[in-house]
């Protein structure tokens, strides 16, 4: 069928050509286009030759070639390397000396010119910036570039940390700018409409004039406009807080004869906001932890007052009428307002003596009174209302008072009555001026006759409290006069007229805090030492108004030969 498979291969052979040499042909070829040898076939046309091994001398001689030609190829890399290292750090010094100069450039101006030099420059640095896809990736091909690039980074994020505080001082100081231009922008602009009374004003509108001359008077000098006085401002801030906040013109003028213009606002909002629930615990009967303990049990959230009282409590929430509980019915607390703990405190009765409480209902200082005092001694309760009798005698039983005795008469009649006395609380019926929040029909039921009234039956009260007092008591003489009013008719002008007319002086309250009381007063000169008396206010210490000066029964008497 043809002969052996080897002698078709050599037919096929001899007919077609073998692919190597066909190839040497190709190569052969191009190798003479090129110019150089051409190549010889290494298997011959028709049998393969057998490959002849190298002797063991040509296999030495070959292995040391390779070992110094590969000598030779590492020698070269590493110089190249070397020269290729310095001159990257050449590089990288240059421009790490140009982003410090940047960094600790001051001058903005010189910054911009420096960079805008750079930039035009054919040095590296700015061939660096330019062509930051190539070079950057040429210089940081090693660990050493690396550890280069951390530190640029740092550099060039504190140079903008710097440009940022910069930035952000120069748009404080631009907003600062627009803020005060604007706001004089505003009042300069509403300045003319002020007075114009054709306008019919809106509730919104006066309480916007009112913010406009609260301005205006708080800095008058610099922001008046000089057609206008500052009694024209006054009054025309007179008309508009009687407006928006209920008060009549009386008032008002009592109360910026007080205060300056933007404190007597704050005095006035702060009347309209309700005071905190305060509650008195009754010693006689619990303490007042456990108190504390019970009424949380019964969901009543409490926390002590302030640590000038070991009594009180603060009423926050409660899920039951906090006059109802049975902690309440069973005489353990007394609903009191924080400010009425502070005549009691300044009295600092004592065990076994005799004290008068001129004015006593409801009951809630002369039952205090009786706690300090533990029961002992005698407390004459006297009110000369009938009708509030009740409620005095009801509070008496309820929180277990067993040393008092009580009376209704006319306080400025007691002198007859009860004499020789340790002590006197007169807690003076007034204007009630500092418990608006309570009753705010005082902003329009009191006017100056009333006052008057007032403060002429306050002084006459007083003298009879002197009076009833005894200078040589070996613990007391001493008499508290206070008073839920802010008014200075009522209060120091009232104690500066019984330092006229009787022998007593003015003590310390022993009260850690409050305001001093006027010794000045619209051209009125009171006595020096009634700057120890004190005076609390609802927008400062967050409790009713209250006036509160203890006196000192120096000897017994009157002065000037006065009548009894």
């Known amino acids: 069928m043809g002969g052996t498979g080897r002698a078709r291969r050599t037919k096929r052979i001899q007919k077609f050509g073998t692919g190597v040499q066909d190839s040497v042909r190709i190569v052969n070829k191009k190798l003479k286009l090129s110019g150089e040898n051409a190549l010889q076939p290494d298997v011959p046309f028709g049998k393969r030759q057998k490959k002849k091994k190298p002797t063991f001398e040509r296999q030495q ?39 410090e100069s940047l960094v600790d450039s001051k001058d903005d101006t010189n910054l911009e010119d420096s960079v805008e030099e750079q930039e035009d420059s054919s040095s590296p640095v700015s061939s660096l910036w330019e062509n930051d896809g190539d070079t950057k990736k040429d210089l940081f091909e090693d660990s050493s570039v690396e550890e280069s690039d951390t530190e640029e980074l740092d550099i060039e994020r504190e140079t903008r940390h710097l440009d940022d505080e910069r930035r952000l001082e120069e748009e404080d100081s631009k907003a600062e700018f627009v803020l005060n231009a604007t706001e004089n922008f505003v009042a300069a602009e509403q300045l003319a409409k002020l007075f114009d009374d054709d306008i019919q004003r809106s509730m919104a509108d006066r309480k916007s004039r009112i913010s406009i001359v609260l301005q205006i008077l708080s800095d008058f000098k610099n922001r008046k406009d000089g057609s ?43 009347s309209d906001k309700p005071r905190p629930l305060v509650i008195r615990t009754n010693t006689l009967k619990i303490k007042r932890r456990q108190l504390a303990q019970e009424l949380i049990s019964r969901g009543v959230n409490v926390d002590p007052l302030e640590n000038w009282s070991k009594e009180g409590l603060v009423v926050y929430e409660s899920r039951v009428p906090i006059g109802a509980t049975p902690e309440y019915l069973a005489g353990h607390y007394m609903i009191q307002a924080s400010s009425s703990f502070i005549p009691v405190l300044a009295l600092d009765p004592q065990e076994n003596e005799k004290i008068l409480d001129m004015a006593a209902s409801p009951g809630g200082k002369t039952t205090f009174i009786s706690a300090l005092m533990h029961n002992t001694g005698i407390v004459y309760a006297n009110d000369s209302n009938a009708d509030r009798i009740k409620s005095l005698v009801a509070n008496i039983h309820r929180l277990g008072v067993e040393n008092t005795i009580v009376s209704c008469y006319d306080g400025r009649k007691l002198v007859s009555i009860v004499r020789d006395l340790d002590r006197i609380l007169l807690d003076a019926p007034c204007s009630g001026t500092g418990i608006i929040s309570h009753d705010p029909s005082v902003k329009t039921s009191r006017s100056r006759p009333d006052i008057q009234r007032n403060s002429l039956l306050q002084k006459q009260l007083l003298l009879a409290a002197v009076d009833c007092c005894n200078a040589h008591s070996a613990t007391g003489g001493v008499i508290v006069y206070s008073t839920c009013s802010v008014l200075v008719e009522e209060n120091e002008a009232v104690i500066d007229y019984c330092l006229k007319h009787r022998f007593v002086k003015v003590v310390s309250c022993g009260v ?46 009157v002065r000037n030969g006065e009548n009894q």
């Open 228 to 270: 206008h006085s500052r009694s024209e401002y006054l009054s025309l801030l007179k008309s508009d807080i009687s407006y928006v906040y209920g008060y009549n013109t009386f008032l008002v003028e009592e109360f910026l004869g007080m205060f300056s213009p933007v404190e007597c606002m704050e005095f006035i909002e702060a």
């Open 512 to 557: 850690p805090f409050g305001i001093p009381g006027f010794i000045k007063y619209r051209g009125k000169q009171f006595h020096p030492s009634l700057q120890e008396s004190r005076r609390f206010f609802p927008h400062i210490h967050n409790m009713d108004g209250f006036f509160v000066c203890k006196l000192k029964k120096l000897e017994n008497g």
């Open 61 to 99: 001689e070959n292995r040391e070639k390779q070992k110094q030609a590969k000598k030779k190829k590492d020698v070269d890399q590493e110089s190249a390397f070397v020269d290729s290292s310095n001159n990257k750090e050449a590089s990288r010094d240059k421009e790490l000396v140009f982003l």
